[in-house]
């Protein structure tokens, strides 16, 4: 690493997530503060946020609605469960955000991303059991997804490397294809349509008996993978496939939700709609950890058949449903939707998809992918050093003032909403003058 040396006091109890520890000792990356578009570093190194913190800060850092209403709750009702009772801005912030997301019934409220996956999959497979349809328990997951971190996440997951301390994971889950092709490179749009796309779930389907499965679920833009865009027709092929065979279908929106692509859901963006669909990141701004599970009227429904006196689901979290939670996501999609920031980010899709495709022809730089505000940048691995020209790249621009995420040989970047053409581009020179100057 070669990032701007800071020196915080760095205590041995802290134990970070996903982390080269050791690394991080020799050359730590610190913040102390953030505002708008911008991380400070302690010594006052302002670094252009070009991650939205970890693709989560749609709305640009400590934006003042969203602090004041967190500030309000904190003293009004600090806590209260969610086992047998709750509180209005549960209720209130529910109603908002089904009234954001058309087609689903009812919001259940987790802690995170990874939480609100498991949940789906609890549901999932209880919504079939309700219906006296016990032996669908199997699920299908996609190659390169990423589902959180959690046992069940995990398990649908398509990311070996996050698996392979961890198993066995969970039995009878499959995975199909990715729908992407090498050959098709710094496309302009979406890849085209094709029968072939989902050729491998047809052949899971056919092996494993469709009567057997009780959910799909996908990202419908691949986000920590890569940024893999859904060719054309896709998901309607699968949502097509999912109704054929009775298969719950779940859209993972913890990335692509709340503006990613120009809409509040890559459900209205793409016109697809799923069953269940996970929410998180973008649904307080990071301000507060929070996730939530939806699903519509036909499987909250099918849960409410047994004794009026027993709970339907038994599942949840102590913080589900959290005070300053539902604080901060009320805020959050009032800045969201007052402040126009939906409509900004399909303004700025366009042009910020233009400027990183005009690094085709920079050194090491072998594909570029986009979909509204998340693209990829794929660069050529050094020879028997995958990662690492990723991670020069990346320390590069963050001493240059710019913050993206290399995941592994691919630089991965979701801006806040509020990015400017201007802020774009300084995000494309900063990565054009690394790629120039590191081998």
Known sequence: MNHLPNTPVLEDGVWLP???MRGFTEAPMIFDRAEGMHYVTPEGHRVLDMMAGLWCVNAGHAHPRITAAIREAAGKLDFVSSFRMSHPGAFAFARRLLDAVPGMARAFFSNSGSEAVDTALKIARGYHRARGDAARTKFIGRAKSYHGVGFGGLSVGGIARHKRDFGPLLADVFHMPLPHDPAQRFLRDRPPAGDHWLAGLDDILAVQDPSTVAAI????VT???GVYPPPIGYLEALRARCDRHGILLIFDEVITGFGRLGACTAAEALGVWPDIMTLAKGLTNGAVPMGATLVDGRVFDAYMQGPAGAPE??????YSAHPLACAAGMAALDAYQQEGMFEASARIAQPFAAALLALQGAPHVIDVRHCGLLAAVELEPR??????RGAAVADACFTDGVLVRAAGDTMVLSPPLVVTEAQVAQTVEAMARALATIG
Do not use: D, K, N, R
């Not at 679920?217 to 419908?220: L, W």
């Not at 689901?313 to 102590?318: A, I, P, R, V």
């Not at 020879?383 to 690492?388: H, K, Q």
């Open 313 to 318: 689901l038994m599942h949840g979290y102590t």
């Open 217 to 220: 679920i996908v990202e419908p």
């Open 383 to 388: 020879e028997g050093a995958p990662g690492a």
């Open 18 to 20: 996903f982390t080269a």
């Open 223 to 225: 986000g920590s993978g």
